[in-house]
Nanobody
């Protein structure tokens, strides 16, 4: 019943900005760590940024200083502000979260369906 729905992807020129959003819905009790991964054609899925429930963040070296992750716990939503975009940022961006549902003691890991980000040179 838990769903992660991403939005905000698109086509942008190099140097531009995009803001991705991921809204979690369903029978949610608690979201632990939530974040973003990306996958370029022919490459493995890689971590972009994550944020814990306490607000601690982690970034891939390639995006430090350019991307900012944030979350709104009241809305069960995570954001990724992407500035100074480069063609090498082109990929499908996936939301990922560790979520416990109401009445369930365990945390399970969920993925969104992905949103395409294309940066033209």
């Amino acid at each position: 019943q838990v769903q992660l729905v991403e939005s905000g992807g698109g086509l942008v020129q190099a140097g531009g900005s995009l803001r991705l959003s991921c809204a979690a819905s369903g029978n949610i009790f608690y979201i632990r760590t939530i974040g973003w991964y990306h996958q370029a054609p022919g490459k493995q899925r890689e971590l972009v940024a994550t944020i814990t429930s306490a607000g601690s963040t982690k970034y891939a070296d390639s995006v430090k200083g350019r991307f900012t992750i944030s979350r709104d716990n009241a809305k069960n939503t995570v954001y990724l502000q992407m500035n100074s975009l480069k063609p090498e940022d082109t990929a499908v961006y996936y939301c990922n979260a560790d979520i416990s549902q109401i009445g369930v003691l365990a945390f399970y890991n969920y993925w969104g369906q992905g949103t395409q980000v294309t940066v033209s040179s």
